[in-house]
């Protein structure tokens, strides 16, 4: 099975995209997004210091246009990767690459939402002298403890050993000051604390923008970095990035979900590197692409080859199918095939190592078959019910 993950704010480096501009088409696609983001992508892409593509409200704009343009050359047809990609993941920022590369959003509304998302959360930035601190290694529940002792937000849980603290400038130094055992800490090139609290005022910001945005239900799996969850409803994809500005990011469950669904190889778009190297220590034996330059695309190629398989929420059929967000045993709920739903009804629960949580039919319509029996244990993903889609009257 194969996934293409998208990178977050702070991967960017320096004249990152030159290679790229080499390639047909690709300057001229990337001019198209940056008149959707009102950001000149290609200069900041080639041109811009480290300093420059530091700004939240560069950088943002930046990855998204980076990740959607490069995909398209290793799938020059965009339909043609829902034949072989299972699944899509992107990290903070990155989770709009990944929406719109499963069509929960088009390009152009990808790129005017993360414009204000990064202007919504440069404002909300500078605010308050805040930042970001990695930490490396040391025992996690030290770690845990040392964060909460000075005040800090575990901001990106991103496994392999590795946690992002956020705060204020002046928490982060108490913590540098008195850092847990055998932690090794690296300040992060970010302009504020992300993902904590201090984004409150880019969440509700965001969130009105986001009323206006017209989505589609994934056409394939999308792995959220909430909670590691398989979601299948667009309208939720768009709430889940709306509120993660202010939540941390649980990479961590991210890869727990890629080894459920049983991922045997990742690629990952530019400015590549970082994601898949998390990946390749948290599940080993798992062939990764780092899709650096336009070098890499023989080899992102041959893995899609040999990795690919389709969907199952590849076609568009007249028929609603219904996937298992996470791992754990199912419990069905009594509805009867020919039964009519409305929207929003609880079709099972989940009941996972974790806790129990609903699964419901967003949409509502008229159950077809169902794809399980009660107790069965499922996987990531794993479709559960078919229902036929109609007007439910209210």
Not at 102 to 114: D, G, P, Y
Not at 187 to 194: C, H, I, K, R
Not at 203 to 216: E, I, N, P, R, W
Not at 343 to 365: E, S
Request: net charge negative; proline share 8%; charged share 20%.
């Amino acid at each position: 099975m194969l996934v293409i993950v998208a990178p977050g704010q702070g991967a960017q480096s320096p004249g990152f995209l030159a290679p790229w501009l080499e390639l047909p088409h690709f300057a001229d696609r990337l001019r198209w997004l940056s008149a959707c983001a009102g950001v000149d992508l290609i200069h900041y892409g080639t041109e811009g210091d480290a300093e420059e593509i530091r700004d939240t409200a560069i950088a943002q704009p930046l990855l998204v246009a980076a990740g959607l343009v490069s995909a398209l050359e290793i799938f020059p047809h965009p339909s043609d990767a829902f034949h072989v990609v299972g699944a899509t993941a992107g990290h903070s920022v990155g989770e709009i690459t990944a929406a719109a590369g499963a069509r929960v959003i088009t390009a152009e509304q990808a790129m005017v939402l993360v414009r204000e998302r990064g202007r919504a959360m440069a404002a909300a930035a500078a605010v308050e002298p805040t930042g970001m601190t990695a930490l490396i290694g040391g025992d996690p529940d030290e770690v845990m403890a040392s964060l909460e002792r000075h005040g800090l937000t575990a901001a990106n849980n991103n496994g392999a050993g590795q946690v992002v603290a956020a705060g204020t400038l002046e928490q982060l130094e108490s913590l540098k000051a008195d850092p847990p055992p055998k932690a090794r800490l690296m300040p992060l090139s970010v302009a504020g604390a992300f993902h904590t609290r201090h984004m409150a005022p880019a969440v509700a910001t965001l969130a009105g923008y986001a009323k206006a945005v017209s989505v589609h239900d994934p056409r394939t799996s999308l792995i959220s970095n909430r909670d590691g969850a398989v979601v299948h409803n667009g309208a939720e994809v768009l709430e889940r990035i709306v509120t993660q500005v202010s939540n941390p990011v649980r990479w961590d469950l991210c890869m727990k979900a890629m080894g459920d669904l049983g991922v045997t190889g990742v690629i990952e778009v530019p400015p590549a590197g970082t994601l898949t190297g998390l990946i390749k220590r948290a599940l080993p034996g798992v062939e990764t692409v780092a899709l650096k330059t336009p070098d890499d695309l023989e080899a992102a190629r041959d893995l899609v080859a040999r990795h690919g398989s389709e969907s199952p929420l590849d076609d568009s059929p007249t028929w609603r199918m219904l996937v298992a967000p996470a791992k754990g045993t199912f419990r069905v709920a009594d509805l009867a095939v020919g039964t009519t739903l409305r929207p929003g009804v609880t079709i099972g629960t989940l009941v996972t190592l974790r806790d129990q949580q609903p699964v419901t039919a967003p949409h509502g319509g008229t159950v077809v078959e169902w794809l399980v029996e009660d107790g069965d244990p499922v996987s990531p993903g794993q479709p559960l019910i078919r229902l036929h889609p109609e007007a439910v009257s209210a």
